[in-house]
T-cell receptor, first 116, second 114 residues
C-alpha cells in the first residue's frame, strides 16, 4: 500500500527567508501524481503545487517549487521569500494511476510558522 | 472560493444520533470525494463517487454511508455517532474519475458529538 510521510511536524521561517518542507512516499507504481496542499487557519484546503511523476522537470508556481527525486521517493516543497500569509499546515498528497489507487493519500502535515 | 459548497458549516449533536452532511460540487465536476480530518490530523479518505456511482472506498466505517444524486450533489450519512466521530468533514470535487486532475475542496463541515 502507498504511504506518505512528513517527518517535520513543525517548521519556522523568518519572513523573506526560504524554507523547505520534506515529504517522502512509498509506492510500487511507476506513474503517479504528487501534490502539496495548504491549510490556513480558516481550514480551507488550497492546492499549492502538483507534480506528475513522469515529468523530470520540477514544478514551480511563483514562490513555490518542488524538488522531486523519483528514485529516492522524495518530494519536498521550497517556499522562497516567505510571507506571513504562508503560515499554515502543509500537506503532501499522493495519487496513483492504477486501479484501486485513485484515492488521494495525505501525509500528517507540517505546521509552518512565519516569524516577522 | 473553490466553488464547492458544503452544508451545514457546523453541526453539534449527541452520541447515538444520525446526521447528514451535504456537498455540492463545482459546476461540471463529476467526481466527489469525502474526507475526515480529526483534530490536528491529516485527511483520511473516506469514499469517492463518480457520476452517481461509488468508485473508491477508504477507511469508511460501516456506520457511515454516502451517495451521489443525479444532480451530482452528494450526501454523507453518519449514524450511531460516537465521540470519536467529532471531526472536520471535507468534500472535494474534480472533473474526472481516472485522470488525477486537481481536487477542489469545500470549506468543510465541523461535526461535534457531545
Amino acid at each position: 500500500a502507498q504511504t506518505v510521510t512528513q517527518s517535520q511536524p513543525e517548521m519556522s521561517v523568518q519572513e523573506a527567508e526560504t524554507v523547505t518542507l520534506s515529504c517522502t512516499y512509498d509506492t510500487s507504481e511507476s506513474d503517479y501524481y504528487l501534490f502539496w496542499y495548504k491549510q490556513p487557519p480558516s481550514r480551507q484546503m488550497i492546492l499549492v503545487i502538483r507534480q506528475e511523476a513522469y515529468k523530470q522537470q520540477n514544478a514551480t508556481e511563483n514562490r513555490f517549487s518542488v524538488n522531486f527525486q523519483k528514485a529516492a521517493k522524495s518530494f519536498s516543497l521550497k517556499i522562497s521569500d516567505s510571507q506571513l500569509g504562508d503560515a499554515a499546515m502543509y500537506f503532501c498528497a499522493y495519487r496513483g494511476t492504477t486501479s484501486g489507487t485513485y484515492k488521494y493519500i495525505f501525509g500528517t502535515g507540517t505546521r509552518l510558522k512565519v516569524l516577522a | 472560493d473553490s466553488g464547492v459548497t458544503q452544508t451545514p458549516k457546523h453541526l453539534i449533536t449527541a452520541t447515538g444520533q444520525r446526521v447528514t452532511l451535504r456537498c455540492s460540487p463545482r459546476s461540471g465536476d463529476l467526481s466527489v470525494y469525502w474526507y475526515q480530518q480529526s483534530l490536528d490530523q491529516g485527511l483520511q479518505f473516506l469514499i469517492q463517487y463518480y457520476n452517481g456511482e461509488e468508485r473508491a472506498k477508504g477507511n469508511i466505517l460501516e456506520r457511515f454511508s454516502a451517495q451521489q444524486f443525479p444532480d451530482l450533489h452528494s450526501e454523507l450519512n453518519l449514524s450511531s455517532l460516537e465521540l470519536g466521530d467529532s471531526a472536520l468533514y471535507f468534500c472535494a470535487s474534480s472533473v474526472a474519475q481516472l485522470a488525477p486532475d486537481t481536487q477542489y475542496f469545500g470549506p468543510g463541515t465541523r461535526l461535534t458529538v457531545l
